[in-house]
């Protein structure tokens, strides 16, 4: 009981954090509070999770029709410490811009307040069983996020903001036509009356009518995959990352892409009983491949440092709709689990040393190795882990999707992926290293400081020891 | 017995040809010409001299031309260019072309040491013209290596062996390659005239234009050492050729390798009254002839043994 | 001072390690790590054997010689980049060792590329340009690459074999061929073989002489390792894998050394002269499998001490080379030939070294070098008497290859030593230069030490190289005799003949009376190569660019130019064509971003239909 | 469930058609404000269809549906879109790619489109009458994409999505009965909230850009 109860308070600390924001706008500590209340929220989830995770109960059941299994739990976790940690290093990032006058504190506490019930509507989206309210999270995912890519305010920005919010929109609505879809396939003797829960549509999937789940999965991948940038829906979503502030580009990058996928998985975890099961599956693990190989090719010509960041999230999306197209969570987990770990320190590292250069062109950040080493380092690291090289954890986790492949005899599959994670290694390493040499060796005296680099440092930390200690047993709660 | 057979020809034999083949080379050309014995007073005078070292020079200068002598001196009693098996008797093929190799490097650069545009110009082509040579080289000691199914000089050119391997076609390929061979990496006239001056020659003078007094007498001597040993080789495989009518009596066949290492200098001389010298570029072509040679003599040996 | 600690580490590091791993010969070991630390597939386990051990010891014996050698070397360097190269280093030798050491695929993997990550920033910690960027990001690429090929060869052979254990793996089978071509060709990648050498030059040139020295030395040779470990296809009875392994062999060991011939940068040489060396390994271990394939066990042992000889040795002596070179370029400032010369006055100690180290490169007896390229030639040679006509044929073939290539060799070498250290300096820089520190001197003189006992002992090693790997035997040839005849003869006209020195005097070098001679009179490097490269011209795309300018200037020019420029075929018209491809690829990708929410909104659409239509079809 | 007449479902039939010919004659003017006009009585429609639908089901919350549509989406949307119009002065789209006759044909032709794809469709056996909620939702789902692809302005835009908007609901109401409220709703205020944030980015896009045609907005590519 007290497990429950601790889990629905810690949906109340961000709702209540966003209030306390929004009424002391001018406050200095507008930064603190949210983060504090984030911590709080993933400190209660830890405490009402942890045991659950290690125990032999598949499932928590919460008011309002609301459940959480493992899976769910571990996406909670994550998506909960990716914004705890994205919001700490913002009221580092704002310090210094409030510094250069980019901006005032009043934004801020917009920024803060957006991003807290932000955490709230992705929090929802894995507690909710029923579809309909998944569609409804995810929609308001879209529209809160958007607040933080407007942040800015400036004429890029608005575009951005813009683009996002219409092509999402658009992609989201025909997730809904999607979800309708599935739900008047239910009513085809299945369940009288039809239901929008998942867990009820998952008992019953072979009796599910075929050929409407099929088209509800398919517009639900349009308009989900939109949502999660699958090529070539992604085109939002360079232009929202690289123009969000770099905080709000990790949380976009590290947390609303789970979600999205997370609806994609749950979308398909349904048809895998039912007469479409294995179409279905392919068309996931196709969509993955393609954008792996494309988000590789778009990596080769980049001029921005975030939008670098932006498309190669693209390609770890790929990488998940093939793990999730092989219908394997673990491995869909781990590899969210790793991409969001790293994708964090790179944006909150691209943040620094964007602040530096006050650029965001490649071609005019130079000799970063000389001016501030550490973020060179964590930038060389961080692009290394991205790109599924160990030893970070995302090599374990692309090596398990790879020999799943082989496993399953998608030997295509894993040589396509292996060409295009070699052209996003290649491409990425080349940008990267064209920021750290060169330039003139001048004595500015302006530099990153080191409490900028923390979270990025312990995070790449984190993403070596998840190289090290990834357990079969550990994956196997999963199961 | 086999020590002193090789050293006394080896003391006697390559300065005895050099001047024969001046001699021969004069006589042919309706001159009077020096003694036979001029090489012995050159090297004796020589050695009597004052040296002259270049202030640029380091020490390899010398000890380049030092290990160069050491080298031929070693092959002179080691490789069995007589009839009779040598003094010391370790050398194998391989060895024999890259103790060769070993003495051409040290050559090269002591004569690179000066900082001469001459040593260094004579240099380059003898590293170019050993680049072209030695596969042939190789090819026609692999040949009868082939035969005789062993790859120590001593044994493929020892009289002892079955008749199958006394193929004539192989043998005087290879005698034929490795006389060819012997033109080119001595230097000698249609790749480059001894006996012009300077600006003519092109590759072993020139190489020794820095060195005089002692320095140039081991380097003569090196120079002595290797036409002997060379044209030796290929008396012997000529004579392998022809060994089904030859006596198997040691000193007969001692007697008739130096009557034959003297009537290739002899053949030596006529090429260099008669010919004319070849254009560098023009080099390769010639070379392309004794390497021609050498594969024969190896697919004979091929088809001999298959 | 930390520096001096760390390398004080380095050096206990490796003395233990050498014990270690000589142990490891007697008494393998097995150590698997066990809770909590896991690999998601599989545990975190070290293994020895024979060939791991033997590597191993020529891994730590140079690292010995690296952590002697480099706290000298980075005498003037600033901290940063201090504390990159130590991190850098430090981690590429642990990460070797662990490459060596590793019992299961993705242990082996994950060390792999912490080795290339770590060398790759290595090579960029000396001069932080684009240009060495470029060199590293080259390096990174191609080795990127090789590990792409090995992870799939692993990911096959687990499939095979469902095992990540290397101990389970049975490589050599014939059902096992896909995985075994492709570990191979990850390995050839790796290694430098033709076709795929062409980043050795730019990491090479790029990477600090000491590193360079290590990834010439020991890297190079872990795909190697990789290869003999896993005995690819021993067992299999097709012709064409072996003949893959000696065609390539034998093209890199000719194109090496006729790119090192016409370079004109002491590292480029060196990187160069390493593909032939690979080249030559591969060529020996081509003709163990051909040997095998005929059943001739003895000269497949043969070939394959041959090879692993050839290994060490090279490992040996390149290392040598390139710390000499580091020294040349800590004191002279340059490793460009044409701004060298005259260095074996200024700094003598480095010249004698560097000396010992070339002949070993250009084998020349009774050098180490020069014995295991004999082992290769007296194996040939039998091979030739074997009973195949085409073998024998082959067999002649690459007698003439190595011959060819030995004369190369013979030639560039030569022309480095001169045109570095004899004659007089060509540039000013150079003039200034001094003997390096003692320590340097001591770091290659260890190695210039290993140079003359590897080939001192060259027969007894060979013979224990036999033992331990339990192979059949064979009488390896034999240099000893030689060897002491040779010093003693040497020794004795040195004594007897040149130690008199009233009879000599100094003077100018002759110069036809025309006055004294500049420096800039003497030999180039270009020109001293010039007659090989035009005979290779088409290959090499060897040009001189001559231009005659001023009044009259048929017989007196005022200015005369002419610059030559060589560039590889394989470079301008295969490497540079792909990477160019994948390059328009992406730009033509790009051009889907194109911006407008129109164009993003017809995506949108056309998927949805595409996908609608292609499932109702299905 | 109990008898209706026939009557009623033609009258059905005909309500629901008439907002799939409203959104087509939407696409046909460029006029802002009759656009708005066209959307407000195409979403009545909508409401009104709700309404029958809630007769003939006999289901209470189809007329809370049917009152929400009305004051939300009739009322609230367009009153709002109007005063964005008026604040903003935007007039008229010239229209992109498309001349607007042809766009409005060629939204005929999805018409047909729409009745082809939705006769692949499983009907529920009490729902047959209502296939042609089916046809129109799809259409106008087909015709709300058509008029955001060729529209230049970007308050025709938000007027594209809310019509998609309508033919999701309209094809929610007529193929699959009992949806249940609270996601109803739910949908209904995210669309509210998306179309208040776009009016509000609308307003700075014309702040900063000085014009609302998005097809200028090409600045972020790469």
Same mark, same amino acid.
């Given at each position: ?170 992609? %989201? ?101 039912? /007469? ?85 062109? !490649? ?39 790879? @020999?799943? +492949? ?74 | ?33 020096? +003694? ?13 001299? =004052?040296? %002259? ?102 044994? !493929? ?150 | ?22 142990? +490891? ?26 060939? @791991? ?67 790759? /920033? ?154 032939? =060396? ?13 040997? &095998? ?8 042992? &043969? ?9 060490? =040795? ?16 800590? =004191? ?268 993003? &909104?017809?995506?949108? &659409? ?13 | ?153 970007? !308050? ?67």
């Amino acid at each position: 009981m007290t497990q429950e109860v601790l889990i629905l308070s810690s949906f109340l600390i961000p709702l209540l954090g966003a209030i306390v924001c929004v009424f002391f706008q001018s406050s200095r500590y507008s930064g603190k509070i949210a983060a504090g209340s984030c911590l709080l929220t993933f400190v209660f989830l830890s405490i009402s999770l942890f045991p659950f995770l290690s125990d032999f109960k598949n499932v928590i059941l919460l008011p309002l029709g609301l459940r959480c299994e493992k899976l769910q739990a571990l996406f909670l976790l994550l998506t909960s410490l990716v914004v705890t940690l994205a919001l700490m290093q913002s009221d580092i990032y704002f310090e210094k811009e409030l510094k250069q006058e980019n901006t005032n504190q009043k934004h801020i506490a917009w920024f803060y307040f957006f991003s807290l019930l932000f955490l709230l509507s992705m929090m929802f989206v894995f507690v909710c069983d029923n579809l309909g309210a998944l569609w409804i999270s995810i929609e308001a995912t879209s529209l809160l996020s958007a607040g933080l890519v407007y942040f800015s305010r400036s004429k890029h920005a608005v575009e951005a903001t813009w683009k996002y919010l219409i092509i999402c929109s658009v992609g %989201i609505a025909f997730a809904l036509l999607g979800t309708i879809f599935i739900f008047s396939s239910s009513q085809y003797g299945a369940i009288e009356g039809g239901s929008l829960y998942a867990s009820q549509l998952k008992a019953v999937s072979e009796n599910l009518q075929p050929l409407l789940l099929k088209l509800g999965f398919i517009f639900c991948l349009v308009g989900y995959g939109t949502k999660a940038g699958v090529f070539p829906l992604h085109s939002w979503l360079p232009d929202a990352h690289s123009e969000a502030p770099a905080p709000a580009s990790a949380m976009l990058s590290a947390s609303l892409l789970n979600c999205a996928l997370y609806a994609i998985y749950r979308i398909l975890d349904l048809t895998t009983n039912s /007469a479409c099961g294995k179409s279905c599956h392919e068309v996931c693990l196709w969509a993955g491949v393609i954008t792996v190989i494309a988000a590789a090719l778009f990596l080769v010509k980049q001029h921005g440092l975030k939008r670098l960041w932006a498309y190669s999230s693209i390609e770890n999306v790929g990488l998940m709709m093939v793990a999730i197209g092989f219908g394997s969570a673990p491995i869909f987990f781990l590899q969210a689990l790793n991409h969001s770990i790293v994708k964090v320190s790179l944006f909150c590292t691209a943040g620094n040393i964007i602040q530096l250069f006050g650029t965001k062109e !490649i071609s005019h950040i130079n000799g970063l190795l000389r001016r501030s080493p550490l973020d060179a380092v964590l930038l060389l690291a961080g692009a290394m882990a991205v790109t599924g090289t160990p030893p970070f954890g995302t090599f374990i986790s692309e090596w398990m999707l790879l @020999s799943l +492949s082989f496993e399953r005899r998608y030997i295509l599959v894993a040589v396509l992926i292996f060409i295009a994670l070699t052209i996003a290694f290649v491409a990425v390493s080349y940008h990267v290293g064209r920021t750290l040499v060169g330039g003139k060796i001048e004595l500015l005296s302006d530099t990153v400081s080191i409490k900028n680099s923390v979270i990025p440092s312990l995070l790449i930390l984190a993403s070596v020891a998840l190289c090290f200690l990834i357990r079969p047993d550990i994956l196997g709660v999963l199961k | 017995m086999n020590i002193a057979v090789y050293t006394l020809s080896a003391l006697l034999v390559p300065f005895l040809l050099i001047g024969f083949v001046q001699k021969a080379k004069a006589q042919l050309q309706n001159r009077v010409g020096a +003694s036979v014995l001029q090489p012995f007073f050159n090297i004796f005078k020589l050695f009597g001299k =004052n040296q %002259i070292i270049s202030e640029d020079s380091s020490g390899l200068f010398r000890a380049g031309i030092l290990v160069n002598f050491c080298c031929f001196a070693y092959l002179i009693w080691s490789v069995p260019w007589l009839s009779f098996s040598p003094a010391i008797s370790s050398v194998d093929i391989f060895l024999f072309v890259y103790l060769l190799a070993t003495a051409r490097f040290f050559s090269i650069l002591s004569a690179l040491d000066t900082g001469s545009p001459f040593g260094a110009f004579a240099g380059s082509r003898e590293a170019t013209l050993s680049f072209l040579v030695e596969p042939a080289m190789i090819l026609s000691l692999v040949a009868p290596s082939i035969l005789t199914g062993s790859s120590s000089l001593e044994r !493929i050119f020892s009289f002892t062996h079955q008749v199958s391997s006394q193929n004539p076609i192989v043998w005087i390929f290879a005698g034929i390659s490795l006389f060819l061979v012997a033109l080119t990496d001595l230097s000698r006239m249609p790749v480059d005239d001894p006996t012009t001056h300077l600006e003519l020659t092109m590759v072993h003078e020139a190489m020794t234009i820095e060195a005089s007094g002692r320095n140039l007498a081991l380097s003569e001597i090196g120079y002595a050492f290797k036409l002997a040993m060379f044209f030796g080789l290929s008396v012997q495989c000529l004579l392998h050729g022809i060994a089904f009518c030859l006596p198997s009596d040691q000193w007969i066949l001692l007697a008739m390798s130096i009557a034959g290492i003297f009537s290739l200098g002899l053949l030596l001389a006529l090429l260099e009254t008669v010919l004319v010298k070849l254009k560098w570029t023009k080099c390769p072509d010639f070379i392309a002839y004794s390497l021609t040679m050498g594969l024969f003599a190896c697919i004979a040996a091929l088809g001999v043994r298959a | 001072m930390w520096c001096f600690l760390t390398s004080g580490m380095l050096f206990i590091a490796s003395i233990l390690g050498i014990i270690l791993s000589i142990s +490891s010969i007697a008494a393998p070991f097995h150590y698997s790590l066990q809770f909590p630390i896991y690999l998601g597939l599989a545990p975190v386990e070290f293994e020895s054997d024979t060939t @791991s051990s033997i590597f191993s010891i020529l891994l730590f014996g140079l690292s010995l010689a690296f952590s002697i050698f480099s706290p000298s070397y980075l005498a003037n360097k600033n901290a940063n980049e201090l504390r990159l190269f130590w991190s850098g280093s430090l981690l590429f030798i642990a990460s070797m060792a662990g490459v060596l050491f590793s019992g299961n695929a993705i242990l082996f993997l994950i060390c792999w590329e912490i080795m290339s990550l770590s060398s790759a /920033a290595l090579v960029a910690s000396e001069l932080l340009t684009k240009n060495t960027a470029k060199a590293s990001l080259i390096y990174l690429s191609a080795t990127r690459v090789a590990t792409t090929l090995l992870a799939l060869g692993f990911l096959c052979a687990n499939n095979l074999f469902h095992s990540w254990n290397f101990s389970d793996w049975h490589l050599m089978r014939q059902e096992a061929l896909i995985p075994a071509l492709l570990i191979t060709f990850g390995c050839f990648i790796k290694a430098g073989l033709w076709p795929f050498h062409l980043w050795v030059p730019y990491a090479y040139f790029a990477a600090p002489a000491p590193v360079a020295g290590l990834m010439s030395g020991v890297m190079k040779k872990i795909p190697i390792f990789l290869l003999v470990h896993l005995l690819c296809f021993r067992e299999m009875a097709d012709f064409w894998i072996p003949s893959f392994f000696l065609a390539l062999g034998a093209i890199s060991t000719l194109w090496g050394m006729i790119f090192a011939l016409v370079q004109t940068d002491l590292k480029k040489i060196l990187a160069y002269s390493s593909v032939e =060396n690979v080249g030559l390994i591969m060529l020996a271990l081509g003709a163990h499998l051909v040997s &095998l394939q005929l059943h001739v066990a003895n000269l497949a042992s &043969l070939f394959l001490v041959a090879a692993i000889f050839h290994l060490f =040795n090279h490992g040996v002596f390149k290392s040598l080379l390139f710390f000499a070179s580091g020294s040349i370029y800590q =004191n002279a400032h340059s490793t460009n030939l044409n701004n060298l010369g005259g260095l074996a006055k200024r700094m003598p100690g480095t010249f004698l070294l560097f000396l010992f180290g070339t002949m070993a490169l250009c084998s020349l007896p009774p050098s180490n070098g020069f014995y295991s390229k004999w082992l290769i030639y007296e194996g040939l040679l039998q091979l030739v008497n074997s009973s195949n006509i085409a073998v024998a044929v082959c067999s002649v073939l690459l007698i003439c290859v190595l011959i060819i290539a030995g004369a190369l060799s013979l030639a560039t070498m030569a022309k480095v030593v001169s045109v570095t250290f004899l004659g007089r300096t060509r540039t000013k820089l150079a003039q200034n230069a001094t003997e390096c520190s003692e320590f340097m001197i001591v770091g290659q003189g260890i190695l210039a030490c290993f140079c003359v006992l590897l080939g001192l002992f060259s027969a007894p090693i060979c013979l224990y190289l036999v033992q331990i790997l339990k192979l059949a035997s064979f009488t390896p040839p034999s240099l000893f005799q030689f060897t002491i005849f040779s010093v003693f003869c040497i020794g004795i006209v040195y004594v007897s003949f040149l130690k008199q020195p009233k009879k000599s005097s100094i003077y100018s070098t002759w110069e036809c009376g025309f006055g004294n001679l500049t420096r800039r009179m003497q030999v180039n490097p270009e020109s001293f190569s010039q007659p090989i490269a035009a005979l290779f011209s088409p290959l090499l795309r060897y040009r001189i660019k001559a231009e005659v300018s001023g009044k009259d200037r048929r017989h007196f020019p005022e200015k005369v130019v002419a610059e030559s420029t060589t560039q590889s075929v394989l470079e301008s018209k295969i490497y540079t064509p792909l990477v160019q491809a994948v390059a328009v690829l992406g730009k033509h990708i790009n051009r889907l971003q194109a911006g407008s929410i129109h164009i993003y &909104l017809f995506y949108l &659409l056309i998927t949805l239909l595409l996908l609608v239509v292609l499932e109702l079809v299905r | 469930m109990i008898s209706f007449s026939p009557f009623m479902f033609s009258f059905l039939q005909a309500i629901i058609l008439a907002s799939a010919i409203m959104a087509i004659l939407m696409v046909g003017t460029g006029q802002i404000r009759s656009n708005i006009m066209f959307y407000s009585l195409q979403t009545l429609c909508l409401a009104l269809s709700a309404c029958f639908c809630a007769a003939i089901e006999h289901e209470l919350k189809h007329y809370i549906v049917a009152l929400a549509i009305f004051f939300v989406k009739t009322i609230g949307l367009s009153t709002f879109l109007f005063w964005i119009t008026k604040r903003i002065g935007a007039a008229k789209d010239l229209g992109l790619y498309l001349p607007l006759p042809i766009a409005m044909h060629l939204s005929v032709v999805l018409l047909v489109f729409a009745q082809i794809l939705s006769n692949q469709l499983p009907h529920l056996n009490h729902l047959q009458p209502l296939a042609i909620g089916g046809t129109a939702g799809i259409s106008l789902i087909l015709t709300g994409i058509l008029f955001m692809l060729t529209r230049r302005l970007a !308050i025709s835009q938000v007027l594209g999505f809310l019509t998609m908007e309508n033919g999701i609901f309209l094809f929610a109401l007529t193929q699959s009965s009992g949806m249940p409220l609270f996601i109803e709703m739910g949908i209904f205020l995210d669309v509210f909230v998306a179309v208040m944030i776009s009016g509000l980015i609308i307003f700075k896009i014309k702040h900063s850009f000085e014009h609302i045609d998005v097809t200028l907005l090409t600045s972020l590519r790469d």
